[in-house]
């Protein structure tokens, strides 16, 4: 047993078992005959600096890891970086550098931020994406995809800012501008590289329910994204054919409307509304018109509703005829790029149908109230049932599902379409014309076509010498790089300059860490090994696209023969964690505009401004952001109270789940419990007292610890692990058992406390006398004969009220119950030497005295 420190010296302990760590290689993961764990935080964007926010989700990953290794697994935990992108190149512009040594300087910023925590991450594994080993790999699963079909090139209409000239993702447009340059995004026609996720939607779409220990939010959102639907697909003839069209096709998810179709819509980028337009000098000024408007869903959706009458008509099978318009509203990459509207049924249609005084007819109604909202369209859920009107099919009350499957069957027995089954999900478009990111390994031959570069020749580099005072891609402009000779012919020819969507390049990460410093994108071996990722972590942001696109590389790399068929749902178990918030402190300036003060240039006490004395609007548990001033910099709190009081804190006081309000208070608070816990180490360490009766009863306090505490590991309740780890701290320093069980348990707590509190823990098994790290110790395991609880307390109500408690043995007989209540002293003084009028015992729950 070692010297016990006179006082809880944070700075001097964490260091010291850092470099123990390090020393010892102890996370360093190695194949072995140990049953594996990977756990995996969703690595981070090399912004410049970590914010408490990712203390939260890398710690939850350490206390998993922690404990895993703990409990005789072989843990991988690795850390890498998400490097490309356009907020390098945004800072380049800015600042006239370059974006590789703004990426490769924040990288450094952040790693050494990271180390303090003391996280129990490999880092002999560590790469960031814009590592050229990286992305050559990446280049080569490319080369590899692109033989098997699974990426290909196609026209897109994609989202175009005329300013930057790039095109966005649909997250870049913001109220149909461009995120950076302000510009007015239009919708643009270009040939894109694009891969081919559709073909593995039915696939995606029922692999979501084997995934169990994934949270349902997350399969619902997945469910949704994919969104299968079975509709009919069907052909309205053209009243008279038009520039070699006879007919229009359409599929609709809600064939059982057809009786209320109003107008057909085309989408500017149809064929006939092309054709139409290469006459019509007012269609295609509105077809420009309306390109300058984002592409996605949720921006036709807000968008005002426009359109153009081309005059001419198709024929109803229900009779009639239908006027076409061409809209602003219709996809061309849905579906056919034309609808039937029905505005009775569908909010945009009606809006579009009042707007240019189309009609509007009922197809069915509430069957507890006929009459319709007036300006407001019917929709309700297709499993509600309905009250049809004259519906082709003839259902009468039904479902809208039932009427939808009806009609399918209606429209098939007489030749005027077939059911088909069709997905949302589309094809994920990856060409971005930008430079920093993955160059995409083909080359244009005048003579060849499109030839994919040979792999011996991968990594196809960046080159460094580029400039950004022009708008555009630098690699566009860059002959020596651009110009090369053709792979196949030895003809001159030109790289692609398009690079790959960063989504690409966070879709397979997991698998390169399996063997980082392989010649092939992954080892089969190490692959085989490692993979699934038993625990993923991260952000319910990334609940959709980005889990979506890495169970596709998942199941790509399993056909390209890089990963497993074991593989092919990559994350075995997914947690999403709440956000880490803080105060928002304000002040308005003279025109009513909100100024941002920094938590240490406010007194909260006095609520004012401390160099101004003006006077703080207090906005709490707001996201954290730079501009508004409210983040917490974690190299402060460790340089003031040490890595383990934020760890603490961020793990204490929330469910992992929900968000979590950071406050000085609160990792004050903090501090002073781990101060606490280590000064009782230091006493019990240097007390000497002889084995009693109290022995047993800590026995039993530390058995149900261990138990406790485990479950909240175990079941994501880091929360409620920390709650137990507060009491049990409390029975042990209230306990007055002998000096060998008071060593003993802590010796347990110290363990119990080693993936919250790694340094603390490892300082007091040391004073303990423990042998090796307190992380190579196994985990303890609960006596269950401990777990047996042989006595009850049971609360003592007087007239309804609880007025004291009791703790007696469970098979007490009652008449032994009710004589030790009247001797309580709470009930002496309220009988003052009386009787009650009814005493009742309920075993093992509860006494209540009646007076």
């Not at 290689?25 to 964007?45: G, H, N």
Request: with cysteine.
């Amino acid at each position: 047993m070692t010297d016990a420190p006179t006082g809880y010296d944070t700075a001097n302990i964490e260091a010291k078992w850092q470099k123990a760590w390090d020393e010892a290689e102890l996370f360093r993961a190695e194949r072995s005959d140990a049953p594996k764990y990977y756990v995996l935080e969703m690595f981070p964007y090399p912004s410049g600096r970590i914010h408490i926010g990712h203390v939260r989700n890398y710690t939850m990953g350490d206390v998993i890891a922690r404990y895993k290794m703990a409990s005789g697994f072989n843990v991988l935990h690795p850390m890498g970086w998400d490097a490309f992108g356009m907020p390098a190149e945004n800072a380049a512009m800015a600042s006239g550098g370059h974006p590789k040594e703004w990426t490769y300087n924040n990288i450094d910023v952040m790693r050494g931020q990271m180390k303090p925590l003391g996280l129990s991450i490999d880092w002999s594994r560590e790469f960031a994406t814009c590592d050229p080993e990286y992305y050559g790999q990446q280049q080569a699963l490319f080369l590899d995809m692109l033989d098997k079909g699974l990426v290909y090139r196609k026209p897109a209409i994609v989202n175009w800012d005329p300013v930057d000239m790039t095109v966005l993702a649909n997250e870049q447009v913001i109220d149909g501008k461009g995120w950076r340059s302000g510009a007015e995004v239009e919708r643009k026609e270009l040939t894109q590289w694009a891969f081919a996720i559709s073909s593995m939607a039915e696939d995606l779409l029922d692999s979501l329910g084997d995934l169990k220990d994934w949270p349902e939010k997350v399969r619902l959102m997945q469910e949704n994204w994919i969104g299968k639907s079975r509709g009919l697909q069907m052909t309205f003839a053209l009243s008279q054919p038009a520039h070699g069209h006879d007919g229009i096709e359409i599929y609709t998810t809600r064939p059982d409307t057809l009786r209320g179709a109003s107008f057909i819509a085309l989408a500017p980028e149809h064929p006939l509304a092309k054709a139409l337009a290469s006459e019509n000098a007012d269609l295609a000024a509105f077809n420009a018109d309306v390109r300058k408007g984002g592409t996605t869903e949720e921006a036709l959706e807000k968008a005002e509703k426009r359109g153009f009458d081309t005059g001419l008509t198709v024929e109803n099978p229900l009779g009639g005829t239908l006027p076409i318009w061409v809209a602003n509203f219709v996809l061309m990459d849905y579906g056919t790029g034309a609808i039937f509207g029905c505005p009775a049924h569908d909010q945009r249609d009606l809006d579009f149908a009042r707007k240019y005084d189309l009609s509007v007819t009922d197809t069915f109604v509430a069957l507890n109230d006929g009459t319709p909202v007036a300006g407001t369209a019917f929709v309700p859920p297709k499993t509600e049932k309905v009250l049809w009107i004259d519906q082709p099919a003839g259902v009468e009350e039904a479902t809208g599902q039932e009427a939808i499957d009806a009609t399918i069957d209606w429209a098939e027995a007489r030749g005027l379409g077939t059911g088909k089954t069709q997905y949302r999900l589309r094809d994920w478009g990856l060409s971005r014309q930008r430079y920093w990111g993955c160059p995409i390994p083909v080359v244009h031959c005048d003579a060849c076509g499109v030839v994919p570069e040979k792999k011996e020749n991968l990594p196809v580099e960046l080159p460094d010498d580029v400039t950004f005072d022009v708008p555009g891609n630098p690699l566009d402009r860059h002959p020596t790089w651009r110009d090369v000779n053709c792979p196949s012919c030895g003809k001159p020819a030109r790289r692609e300059t398009d690079t790959m969507d960063t989504f690409v390049d966070s879709s397979w990460y997991y698998a390169r860490f399996t063997a980082p410093h392989a010649q092939t994108p992954t080892n089969m071996d190490d692959a085989t090994y490692w993979m699934n990722v038993d625990q993923y972590i991260g952000g319910v942001e990334h609940a959709i696209l980005h889990l979506l696109y890495s169970r596709f590389f998942a199941r790509a790399m399993n056909e390209t023969g890089h990963l497993p068929a074991s593989a092919r749902e990559p994350f075995n178990a997914l947690f999403t964690q709440g956000m880490v918030t803080h105060a928002i402190f304000q002040t308005r300036d003279d025109k009513g505009r909100a100024v941002y003060h920094l938590p240490e240039d406010v007194d909260l006490d006095t609520r004012t401004v401390k160099a101004t004395g003006e006077t703080i609007e207090i906005i709490p548990s707001a996201k954290m952001s730079k501009s508004k001033k409210n983040v917490v910099d974690p190299q402060d709190i460790i340089a003031s109270y040490g890595a383990d009081t934020a760890r603490w804190f961020v793990l204490s006081d929330s469910p992992p789940e929900r968000d979590v309000e950071w406050t000085a208070s609160g990792a004050e608070a903090t501090h002073k419990h781990l101060r606490r816990v280590h000064r009782l180490a230091t006493d019990v360490a240097r007390a000497d007292r002889p084995a009693n009766a109290a022995d047993a009863d800590l026995a039993k306090a530390t058995a149900r610890a261990i138990q406790e505490v485990t479950d909240g590991i175990e079941g994501f309740a880091f929360n409620k692990s920390v709650a137990k780890l507060y009491e049990f701290t409390n029975t042990l320093h209230k306990s007055d058992a002998g000096a060998e069980a008071r060593r003993g348990a802590i010796k347990v707590l110290a363990q119990l406390m080693s993936p919250m509190t790694p340094h603390l823990a490892e300082e007091i098994w040391s004073m303990m006398g423990g042998e090796g790290f307190v992380l190579s110790a196994p985990w303890p395991v609960a006596d269950p004969a401990l777990l047996v609880d042989d006595s009850v307390t049971l609360p003592i109500q007087i007239n309804g009220k609880k007025r004291s408690e009791i703790v007696v043995p469970k098979d007490m007989p009652k008449a032994e119950i009710e004589a030790l209540v009247l001797q309580d002293e709470a009930v002496q003084r309220i009988l003052e030497g009386g009787q009650p009028k009814k005493l009742i015992v309920v075993p093992g729950r509860i006494v209540n005295v009646v007076v």
